[in-house]
């Protein structure tokens, strides 16, 4: 059976509102999108205050968080009024064992955006930020976040092949032949893997870089050779090296936007 497409909620806003709402060139973005990216509001916070009537749009309260709005509306917070256009940030973030990347958190364990959001300065606060991809709770490492959902949509996408870096200690000790099956690739349940780097750092720390990003790849492809991994920490995506104490954050700068992870 085919399955119908769900319209997007800021589409169905903007057919409630005729197409005069809708800006000529298709860069109309929804209201809390828009603040969240800006770095006024989170989208929570924006949803919730765009709800309360404390959001004016072109001088008119609005109160609907998926109302279409232009670059450059007039748009004020609590009165003041607030820039919409946003410039794209990234952030490599250091995490912990512990959180999920996740932004429902049903067993109460705590999630990545608390934790990340509980180190920023006040300044960084007001953005979405949105996990490019995801590593498991156990997993610890580098997780970058962005702004922009064209950025995570590029960090996550199967055609990119940014290589990642992961360390994993293991059960045992891989022989040569282990590390060759990773290298050539092997089949899992959803496909055969890409050629990967994989080699000895310790007798049970193997040092292995993905070019894709498939669910628990890591601790898949090393089960699947017989050594289940132990513990898992990731060191880099594409040029982004982890450079900072655990639970600790930088901004990334423009060149490794750029050429780091190929985004332009
Ligand atoms: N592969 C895994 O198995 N787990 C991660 O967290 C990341 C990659």
Known sequence: MARRQRTPKWLEAARRRGPEDLAADGRADWLSRALGRAGVLPRAEAEAA?????VEVAGRVEREPFAPVRPGAEVRVDGQARELTARLLGLAFHKPAGPVVHGSDPEGVGTVFERLRAVLPEELRGYEWLAVGRL?????GLLLFTNDERLVRHGTSPETHLPK???ARVKGCPPEAALQALRDGLVLE???TRPA???????DVV????????HHQVKRMLAAVGHPVLALHREAVGGV??????????????EEVAEGLGFR
């Open 50 to 54: 765009i709800r309360e009537g404390r």
């Open 136 to 140: 498991d709770r156990d997993t610890t």
């Open 165 to 167: 870096r992961y360390v």
């Open 190 to 192: 959803d496909g055969p």
């Open 197 to 203: 780097g994989a080699r000895l750092r310790e007798p």
């Open 207 to 214: 040092e292995l870089t993905l070019t894709e990003g498939r």
């Open 241 to 254: 090296v982890l450079d900072v104490a655990e639970s600790d954050w930088r901004l990334l700068r423009e």
